[in-house]
């Protein structure tokens, strides 16, 4: 078994922390919240192997409402920011290195925007809201975007999008989730537009959160049903829930996956947290190779560390894995106390 | 306040002082049934039982009358249940047609999030069968999102500020 140890706490928002992003690029730590603003923080490594948090600075953002999600952009030069006002900010450092600056604001969302994520490739930002869209926009230069699609499958609020990490032939995948219990998934149609092509259900409440694993073959979904279920690619356009694990007592908020510390046949560790304050880390693998493996056979998993209150009594509403080399079992979590926590999973 | 009225002409009830509270029908303190508190237990703990929070939402208005929660029996201190930080409070609208029922668990909910230590974790309900959309209330009440989305819609927060000017009353008579 493995444990969690605390290695920061980094106070600050006055309110409620709903969600936390690791620049891709940079050694920087975002979190937004409730109080309308953005706290950066940046790390490093100290002479004796210690990772060190202090924060940077603070976007007060000038949104009117709640901060719900931010999204960084793979360059990590920059920060969108999706608000209950609806909008979303786009933002950038003056000349690379000074204060945040709003480039733009992107309009269109009829009621509160919940969430934002970049491509993998940084040349797409999707939004998701109360209103039950999701927009996709082209992003060109000098903070230019143009949106090239609304799509309007989903009969209530979209909770979630998230993009496919990888391009998995013969294109990127697009997921929402939503408060209507379902997961869509659209990729885009060179001849036409975005088109949703699969919808995904089983979850019996909200869908919360969604998760690509690293390999891009399988999705992580967390509800408001408690459970973390975990879909499979089975055909080239086709996804199957294979797996729905009990993971919380009360809703599961948030999933990240990450890569962990690899072994063979590793697919990675899922991050687990939700509205009971604990995070639970799972290992999964794929399945065990016999004569005749079905293609919807789940993957492996297992309960490798939980960590209890993670936030004093208070729900945890977001958990995020490390990317860069040699963090990847350094989790981020933002809760209801305003806090973001660090974490290292240690065998 | 809304054009149409859901129940144009609701029972009140008097409040008789006391209807329904455990610790009365007990005629003792309000501490002393409790299960002991001296094992494990930090002495700045305050114990909370379903009367406390009865007491807390019994003055709440009703969005379109001029009564309480308590003299339309939408809350009793019965409906509400406590596991150890994990509340409970189940209402009963008045018609099963109602629809300032999310508004009133808004209410009860806003109450609640504002009154009790943040330890604990509140549900809210309508009582199964009073509602015709007894599901769709219910995720709503229960969806943190929603009802943050939803505290900071000024209209609605006033509404929400209405119904709770006389909270603080817990169940006495306007003096």
């Known amino acids: 078994m493995y444990k969690v140890s605390a290695v920061a706490e980094l106070p600050g928002h006055e309110d409620r922390a709903w969600a936390v992003a690791w620049n891709p690029a940079k050694s920087v730590l975002a979190s937004c919240s409730a109080d309308k603003s953005v706290r950066l923080y940046s790390y490093s490594t100290t002479t004796d192997g210690e990772l060190k948090f202090v924060p940077v600075s603070s976007i007060p953002t000038g949104h009117t409402k709640t901060v719900r999600s931010i999204a960084w952009s793979p360059s990590g030069e920059t920060l969108a920011t999706g608000s209950f006002d609806s909008n979303i900010g786009i933002w950038e450092q003056e000349n690379g290195a000074g204060e945040w600056e709003c480039m733009t604001i992107l309009e269109g969302h009829e009621t509160e925007c919940k969430g934002v994520a970049y491509s993998s490739t940084g040349t797409l930002l999707a939004s998701c809201s109360r209103d039950k869209t999701v927009w996709v926009w082209e992003v060109h230069p000098d903070a230019d975007f143009e949106c090239l699609g609304v799509l309007m499958d989903h009969t209530q609020d979209v909770n979630a999008t998230t993009h496919s990490h990888i391009s998995p032939s013969p294109a990127q995948i697009l997921a929402s989730g939503s408060y209507d219990d379902t997961i869509k998934l659209y990729v885009d149609d060179p001849t036409e537009d975005w088109y949703c092509f699969s919808t995904l259900t089983g979850h019996g409440s909200t869908v919360w959160s969604l998760a690509w694993s690293p390999s891009g073959s399988y999705l992580a979904s967390a509800s408001d049903d408690k459970t973390v279920r975990i879909w499979k690619r089975t055909e080239e356009f086709k996804w199957e829930s294979v797996l729905a694990i009990s993971a919380h007592d009360r809703t599961v908020y948030s999933v990240s996956w990450g890569v962990g510390k690899p072994k063979e046949g590793g697919l990675g560790w899922l991050a687990t947290a939700g509205g009971d304050g604990s995070v639970k880390i799972w290992e999964l693998k794929e399945p065990e190779v016999t004569d005749v493996v079905a293609k919807n056979t789940p993957p492996e998993h297992r309960l490798i560390a939980t960590l209890p209150s993670a936030h004093g009594v208070h729900d945890v509403n977001a958990v995020s894995w490390s990317r860069k080399t040699g963090m990847e079992d350094i989790l981020a979590t933002a809760g209801d106390d305003g806090a973001t926590r660090i974490w290292k999973i240690t065998p | ?175």
């Open chain 2, 1 to 175: 306040m809304p054009a149409e009225v859901f129940n144009p002409n609701p029972v009140v009830f008097s409040p008789t002082k006391g209807l329904g509270r455990k610790s009365e029908l007990l005629a003792q303190s309000l501490w002393i049934d409790e299960p002991t508190s001296s094992d494990g237990e930090v002495d700045d703990v305050e114990l909370i039982d379903q009367d406390e929070v009865f007491d807390l939402i019994r003055s709440i208005y009703d969005p379109e009358h001029p009564n309480t929660l308590e003299e339309l029996r939408v809350v009793s201190a019965p409906q509400i249940k406590i596991e150890q930080n994990w509340v409970t409070v189940e209402f009963t609208p008045t018609v099963p047609h109602c629809g300032m029922s999310t508004l009133i668990g808004l209410c009860i909910r806003v109450r609640l999030l504002r009154s009790l230590p943040n330890r604990f974790k509140v549900d809210i309900f309508v009582k199964p069968g009073s509602h015709q959309s007894e599901h769709a209330v219910n995720k709503q009440l229960n969806d943190k999102e929603r009802v943050a989305a939803a505290l900071e819609n000024p209209v609605l927060l006033d509404t929400v500020e209405q119904c709770l000017r006389d909270a603080g009353r817990r169940g006495l008579p306007i003096i």
